[in-house]
């Protein structure tokens, strides 16, 4: 029997191995970038074309490489970074194990060109599925430009695996964006398509945070620090009242690394218990300070997860600082107007606070009204009295509420067996009476949340914002399959700034969009107007409407596996529908049990929760039956 068993090719091992390490542009990039800062770089430029599918270029201002390490660079499991085992268990730099450039070359046509500072001329390395094609000296200058054109060009079925433009480059900026908060101190920028997305100049983490996101989060950051013997915390968290529904502005740093936690995302909210609604994520930008040996970065291809020796301890540190800074600062109320002893600095500070909290405690002292309690002797007599009081006035207390009724002709009155001359009720009946009083006498609200509809057969409870989430997600439905939707003009068109992530998601949806009826245009950098929005939605208030169909959208994004215009449909009867505690009339109650039931699925709403339930005579009569 032959040997069947042989060494894979360099060029094919390079491309598995690519399969791991670079799964889209986005991947390539962050490879690149986190090079461009272990090169000790100050100034790190991005230039990017087709959503990274044509080109992604990085320059840096590093150290460079000579010759020698320019070539090897590109060799398979290549580093500067490891010369012993011992060595994986300290490490404080990004790349490591020596993958990423023999990984892109195998699938890119990858140019090189580099320089060191003691070196008149540069290296110029050129390479195309892991052959090189030539090797020459250049001028250029000092630092590094790695240019990586045509991803995937002869693996054609990785490349048909790419998603849109659009979605492409959200990731690219996603994986800019970590880079970037991770390294305050170093500038950078980036370039799509010959137009700046991104100028961030060196500053302070908080400063690099407005730059990221935008002026927005000046008013909500929260500064959280706090050191121990063998864990240090500093950075940034928002404000319970900025928190969104969709995940994506959170960031884990662990040795300026970015990673992805659940446990630890579990310890921030922990901390925002009782401040925010259960479904809110709020916005933090930390930094965990420990020694290497620790934690394990090599558990993950791409680095995002990490495992730490002691986990409990660091989610306990975690949602102490952040407890702690949102205490700190005022977030936090406090039951009691008297000063806390821990912010006293604070309160010496803040002359006019101070003497708020003055005026407040100066209320305590007032004189408070003197109730003097009455003597009960002869209580019985009191309904004897009431009983003949009942009787003698209820005559005299129907003409006078005749008299109210035709001097205030607004006054609507019910008819109802209340108001029949028969024997007086007890006050158990006199109190339920008016709540099965309904404004037509078959349709009424119960605590402006259900609709109770009465029935040949029973009666009918319906929720009423499930009930007409319902009814707008089968209409937006209709509306994007036959891209018909009616718009009504905007009085005053109002422009919206937006993250880089969120403008390349609103020109991905822009043809959805205009079919529900919004009318969107872009404006400038990062901005857009809105013209129009859906002719039947009644909103004041334009940009929160369109804002919320963001933050919906991309919650749904992340919960559920639906394409962009079924999340386009759920998230906009999502947040126009008609929410608990609003007061219907008696004709829109109608209108809405008619709609329902003319639905394709009436029983359920947008969640999955019911939208009514019936109560037939038989089960009502159980009710009451021994």
């Not at 800074?325 to 039951?335: E, K, S, Y």
């Not at 109802?416 to 028969?422: M, T």
Request: include cysteine.
């Amino acid at each position: 029997m032959s040997d069947i068993i042989q060494l894979l090719p360099d060029a094919i091992a390079n491309q598995i191995a690519a399969g791991e390490v670079v799964q889209r542009p986005a991947s390539a990039l962050k490879e690149m970038m986190e090079n461009s800062v272990d090169a000790g770089a100050d100034n790190i430029q991005v230039f990017i074309k087709e959503a990274g599918k044509a080109l992604i270029q990085v320059i840096d201002n590093g150290k460079g490489m000579s010759p020698t390490d320019a070539r090897m660079s590109f060799e398979r499991h290549a580093t500067s970074k490891i010369r012993q085992s011992e060595d994986l268990f300290a490490i404080k730099t990004f790349g490591f194990r020596g993958e990423a450039m023999a990984s892109i070359a195998a699938v890119a046509q990858v140019e090189l060109k580099t320089r060191t500072a003691n070196d008149e001329l540069g290296t110029l390395i050129c390479i195309e599925g892991s052959e090189v094609k030539k090797q020459e000296p250049v001028v250029c200058s000092t630092g590094t430009s790695i240019a990586i054109k045509n991803l995937f060009f002869n693996v054609p079925a990785r490349r048909n695996f790419l998603k849109s433009n659009a979605i492409e480059m959200r990731h690219i900026v996603e994986e800019f964006q970590r880079v970037a908060l991770a390294y305050p101190e170093i500038g950078f920028s980036l370039m799509q398509n010959d137009m700046e997305l991104f100028k961030l100049n060196p500053g302070k983490l908080s400063q690099r945070i407005v730059g990221v996101f935008g002026k927005n989060y000046q008013g909500q950051l929260v500064p959280c620090h706090e050191e121990t013997p063998h864990l240090n915390i500093h950075g940034y968290v928002g404000k319970p009242e900025n928190a969104k529904k969709s995940r994506g502005e959170q960031y884990f740093f662990v040795n300026n690394r970015f990673i992805k936690s659940n446990y630890l995302h579990h310890a921030v909210t922990n901390a925002f218990e009782g401040l925010m609604p259960g479904e809110s994520h709020p916005f933090y930008c930390l930094f965990l300070d420990l020694d290497p040996t620790h934690i394990d970065i090599n558990v993950h291809p791409t680095k995002t997860e990490i495992k730490f020796d002691d986990e409990r301890t660091i989610y306990a540190v975690v949602r102490s600082a952040v407890k702690q800074a949102l205490g700190a600062h005022n977030v936090v109320p406090t039951l009691d107007f008297s000063m806390d002893v821990n912010f006293t600095d604070t309160w010496k500070r803040d002359e006019g606070q101070k003497q708020e909290v003055k005026q407040e405690n100066s209320y305590k002292t007032h004189s408070m009204p003197s109730f003097k309690k009455k003597d009960a002797t002869g209580w019985e007599n009191l309904f004897e009295q009431d009983a003949l009081n009942s009787r003698s006035h209820s005559s005299s207390e129907r003409e006078e509420w005749k008299k109210e009724e035709t001097a205030n002709p607004e006054m609507m009155t019910f008819s109802s067996k209340v108001n029949a001359d028969e024997p007086v009720q007890s006050r158990e009946e006199e109190s339920a009476a008016p709540s099965a009083i309904a404004a037509t006498g078959t349709t009424f609200q119960v605590e402006q949340t259900y609709i109770v509809a009465q029935m040949s057969t029973g009666l009918l409870i319906l929720d009423q914002q499930a009930t007409h989430e319902r009814i707008l997600y089968e209409r937006y439905i209709r509306q994007l399959t036959n891209t018909q939707g009616a718009s009504q003009q905007c009085l005053f068109p109002q422009s919206i700034r937006l993250s880089p992530s969120d403008f390349s998601l609103v020109m991905d949806l822009h043809e959805e969009l205009n079919s529900l009826g919004f009318l969107v245009e872009e404006f400038g950098q990062h901005t857009v107007v809105i013209n129009g929005v859906p002719a039947d939605i009644y909103i004041n208030n334009e940009k929160a409407l369109f804002e919320g169909l963001l933050e919906q959208f991309k919650h749904f994004k992340s919960e559920l596996s639906i394409d962009n215009k079924e999340n386009l449909a759920r998230s906009l009867a999502k947040r126009s529908s008609i929410k608990k505690g609003k007061v219907l009339k008696a004709q829109e109650m109608e209108t809405l049990v008619g709609q329902l039931f003319a639905c394709q699925n009436p029983n359920y709403g947008v969640s999955g929760n019911k939208t009514f339930v019936k109560l037939d005579l038989n089960k009502l009569q159980s009710f009451f039956q021994r």
